[in-house]
């Protein structure tokens, strides 16, 4: 039976490996303008796709071969719960930002994100949330002239 | 030359640069300090700043931040016995047994005198090496340069990697992101599937945010226990000024680490860790009491401490001179230095000798508002332990966003940037070192291009770089490195040990 760590290493080299491959076909459509016994713009993503897939089939091939060391390589991680929904509101946020503008999506993302890491007292969650991005809007709007976006509303 | 060396002289002492490295020592010391924070992560907070700052302000703030922070970390590593940076781990197996003797004082005020004179030994090195690698690196042709880079490559791979071919992997995936856009020789358009805001490629320091912060905040997370940060140590300060009798004590401890960390800081990768680890290894081989080391012996704080600071100035020296990152965080000077149109490289001491003498008199004042920050500051600076994370997290999170639009006032660099958050996240679950990548990204465009233009030079012929000396020494250094590392992880499997690693 693989240990938990070679089993993520079997998974990666696949991937890598189909990565390499996918990388691999796009090279094959980049344009061939050189001289002649000149390296042209595809020479180097074929030195890349060469080490891609090579290393790749490293990983697969030692995964299986090191089956028994791998356990005490690293401890099992678990992508937890918080974590997900961490990456989650980051990306509703993400998606948000253009729309709402910096403030009004950074209000409730930093309030979620205190709630994720364990704050409930709701004075603290919402002074907190409301200080920090209205703080740092203005500092780097005046400070430092950066304009964040502001939304289409 | 010695007008070059006044001039920069000169700029680092401008109120402005003095305030800057001042403000950049303490927040690294903050950061430092802060278990969970690394001084990556601490960069990221002030990337944003350094874009509109002046470089001489820019840099001298990150050059206060990396100082400090190497600092920073021992203070959690002495105090709670979790070390704030990697490199401080060695500096915990002596420093927390004189704090569990009621000695916390003692043990702090011989880590912040370590760790100033490891610093001000690696900025004479620094200022002796450097101009002279220099001169002689601008002999380079595009066959040594080409050799170089590989070399700096190799051997970052090696090091940073508990697998040889993880590590090598993570380069290769940063090699692949770096060929996104145009080619850096005839200006081809590569993967960019004629998006606009590709054909400039992935922007290194986007990149950089993504892969450090991101996974971090996750694994805060992780650890986070319902938003509680460890709370301060509640400790008597006496005697802080250490006293003569172990400044005779730690004299050779800290010559060792010293020397070593330097000499480690020059080599691309080696990093604080190793450096501080094979100086407290030395410093116990060396001692009068080595039965002492382990329950609170001053050498053994005194000898990593100076090494890891001691890596600094000498990581500072492949970084000026040859545009090589010794470590993520010079790679990040890299970046900000590019931001503002200045190459790291033997032409910024010929082209703008005065900012790169002023880049090493930063360096100078950086170790001194270090020496005096936490000196003086001591007291208030360890309540920043119990700093609570619930706030601390999302404004790093903010930041992060801040940081990649600012670069371009792009959200597509936002985007880019939550790519690599999960990417790194990914790298993390596979137990695949993230460093080699980032470094890829820095040195694969002058790998590329020097590579191509030798071999176009000699119409195709690899024997070009078996022809100039340099070329071959580099690629023999780096056949060594490869082979070595091999070695070196077939002992740790066979050990069960984990490799040396960092992430500064």
Known sequence: MLTYLTRRNTIAGAILLVIGVAYGLLTVALPNRSLPNTPGPAFFPWLITGGLILLSLALLLQSPMRNGHSSSQASPDRLETRCLLALIWFAVYLVLLPYAGFLAASVPFFAGLMWLYGERKRLVLTLASVIVPVGLFYSFRLGFQILLPTGVW | ?504
């Open chain 2, 1 to 504: 030359m010695n007008g070059d060396i006044l001039q920069g002289f000169m700029q680092a002492v401008q109120p402005s640069s003095l305030i800057a490295t001042a403000l950049g020592s303490m927040l690294g010391i903050s950061v430092g300090m802060i278990p969970g924070m690394t001084i990556s992560t601490g960069i990221v907070i002030v990337l944003p700043l350094t874009f509109v700052l002046d470089p001489n302000m820019s840099i001298a703030l990150l050059l206060g931040l990396y100082v400090g922070g190497m600092m920073g970390g021992s203070f959690s590593a002495i105090l709670l016995n979790i070390p704030g940076t990697p490199s401080a781990a060695a500096t915990a197996l002596d420093g927390h047994p004189l704090v569990a003797r009621g000695e916390a004082g003692r043990a702090l005020g011989i880590a912040i005198l370590a760790s100033f004179s490891g610093g001000l030994f690696s900025f004479f090195c620094l200022f002796l090496i450097a101009p002279n690698l220099a001169d002689l690196a601008l002999g380079f042709r595009a066959p040594d340069l080409f050799s170089l880079v590989f070399l700096g490559l190799t051997v970052i791979c090696s090091f940073a990697a508990k697998s040889l071919i993880k590590g090598l992997l993570s380069a290769v995936i940063g090699l692949a992101i770096v060929s996104i856009g145009q080619d850096p020789v005839m200006g081809t358009a590569r993967f960019t599937f004629g998006d606009a805001n590709l054909l400039s490629g992935i922007h290194f320091l986007t990149a950089l945010i993504g892969l450090f912060a991101i996974p971090q905040l996750i694994e805060n997370l992780r650890t986070a226990e319902a938003g509680r940060a460890p709370r301060a140590p509640k400790l008597r300060f006496e005697g802080i000024w250490p006293a003569l009798s172990d400044l005779r004590r730690i004299r050779l401890p800290i010559g060792i680490g010293s020397v070593i960390g330097t000499f480690l800081g020059i080599l691309p990768g080696a990093g604080g860790p190793i450096a501080a680890f094979i100086s407290y290894d030395y410093a116990h081989k060396t001692a009068r009491e080595p039965a002492k080391f382990g329950k609170g012996a001053v050498e053994g704080i005194a000898a990593p401490e100076s090494a890891n600071n001691a890596v600094t100035g000498g990581a500072l020296v492949p970084m000026m001179t040859l545009g090589i990152p010794g470590d993520p965080v010079t790679a990040i000077l890299i970046g900000a230095l590019l931001v503002h149109g200045l190459a790291p490289g033997p032409l910024l001491f010929i082209e703008r000798a005065d900012f790169a003498y002023g880049l090493i008199f930063s360096f100078f004042w950086a170790n001194i508002f270090n020496l005096i920050i936490a000196f003086a500051g001591l007291r208030l600076l360890v309540k920043l332990i119990a700093m609570p994370r619930a706030i601390l997290m999302p404004t790093i999170a903010i930041l992060c966003v801040v940081g990649s639009y600012a670069l371009r006032n792009s959200l597509f660099d936002v985007y880019v940037m939550f790519f690599f958050g999960l990417l790194g996240i990914g790298m993390k679950w596979l137990d695949m070192p993230v460093v080699p990548l980032l470094l890829a990204l820095v040195l694969g465009r002058p790998l590329e291009e020097h590579l191509r233009i030798a071999l176009t030079g000699s119409q195709g012929d690899v024997s070009i770089f078996f022809t100039s000396p340099f070329s071959v020494f580099f690629l023999s250094l780096s056949a060594v490195s490869i082979v070595w590392s091999i070695v070196s992880a077939r002992r740790s499997s066979q050990a069960g040990a984990a490799g040396p690693g960092f992430s500064e």
